[in-house]
């Protein structure tokens, strides 16, 4: 078996909520798994990033605006809303609102942190906001710790 890394939020030494193992040794079906479980990922840090808005903005997450915000169906937000309640992400009852459990919030924090460093790296960089913003959506899912790290030196060595 290969060898294998839990994944710590940047800089705080705690684990992530997270799956994802980072392969050392680069071996090719190592790395092709750590990827294939990072898209796994995900739509799960999709959803609770956008629950976490909604809730910040309305106070509750509601299936019709999740579904208008994430610009799929009302079918797939339910079908993925279930997976998330089995996964202890969130809670919720039919016809009621969607809320995140501890495990959820924390996920959605760790997720719009990632965010956060990619798209002022990516800025400092010189990508435009819009680019960069559009960027940091898919770099924020598959970004190593260490990578991470090294975007957070280089935010502070030029103070961005």
Known sequence: MKKIETLTASGSGEPLKSRRKVPLDLDRAAAFEYVRQAHQEETAQDYVE???DLIAQHGEARVVDLAKN??????TI???IARLNRDGLVVNRPYRAIFLT???ESMARDCKARHDIV?????????KPATAHLDAEGVEHHISPETLKAFERFLKKHKC
């Open 50 to 52: 956008m629950i976490a």
């Open 70 to 75: 994430m610009g799929v169906s009302h079918a």
């Open 78 to 80: 339910n079908k993925t």
């Open 119 to 127: 798209f002022r790296f990516l800025c400092a960089l010189g990508v």
């Open 102 to 104: 501890p495990e959820g």
